[in-house]
Every structure is written in structure tokens, then in C-alpha cells.
């Protein structure tokens, strides 16, 4: 099973910049997709954005080009860099990653999530 671990989150006041990284450890066969998911008060998880191990990336029309996925195949580490930050963007920011036990069995993990909190 695939633990995963965010760090970065805090307080942030309105235009200000957050950098967050999400690192997977534990058992697994390999992982393909990473990404980051927001859940806001009285709203839906949603997905802002993903990464393959390749590094094709996938970004949320929502995000306005304001944030960046990145990774490191090497540490097994996800990153997400937002900047021009705005008291919508409070909320938790959870890291999702895609494991393969085997070649076609693969379950979706989730880290506990880390609070982004952006000062009006």
C-alpha cells in the first residue's frame, strides 16, 4: 500500500505564493499518475491538476495558469508551486497517486491532505 505525505500548506495572504510537496512511499509495483486535488467548503473535490511519470501534465481551466505541476521520479515526489494566490483558493490540497500492485490492478491512494488558508 502507498503512503503519501503533503507538506507546504499555511497561511498565505491574498497574491501571495505556496510551494506544496506530496511524497509516496510504502509498497508498491510502480505509479504512473500523481496529482493534486482541492476541496473547499460547501464545494466538490476537484481535480487541479496531473502528472505522469513522463511528465505529461494536465491542468484544471479553473487554475488560470496561476499553478504548476512538477515531479521527481527520483524521490517519489510530487510538487505543486501556485502563485497570485486569492481567498478562493482556501482549502485542503490533497495528493493523489495511482499505484499498480501489478501490471493491471491499481488502486487510487490519497494523503491526509494539508490546509492552504489565503488571507483576504
Known amino acids: 500500500q502507498v503512503q503519501l505525505v503533503e507538506s507546504g500548506g499555511g497561511l498565505v495572504q491574498t497574491g501571495g505564493s505556496v510551494r506544496l510537496s506530496c511524497q509516496a512511499s510504502?509498497?508498491?509495483?510502480?505509479?504512473?499518475?500523481m496529482g493534486w486535488y482541492r476541496q473547499v467548503p460547501g464545494k466538490q473535490r476537484e481535480m487541479l491538476a496531473t502528472i505522469t511519470k513522463d511528465g505529461e501534465t494536465t491542468y484544471s481551466d479553473s487554475w488560470k495558469g496561476r499553478f504548476i505541476i512538477s515531479r521527481d521520479n527520483a524521490k517519489n515526489t510530487v510538487y505543486l508551486q501556485g502563485t497570485g494566490l486569492k481567498p478562493e483558493d482556501t482549502g485542503v490540497y490533497y495528493c493523489t497517486a495511482r499505484a499498480y500492485e501489478v501490471s493491471f490492478n491499481y488502486r487510487d491512494a490519497w494523503g491526509p491532505g494539508t490546509q492552504v488558508t489565503v488571507s483576504s
Open positions: 510504502g509498497t508498491y509495483f510502480t505509479i504512473n499518475r
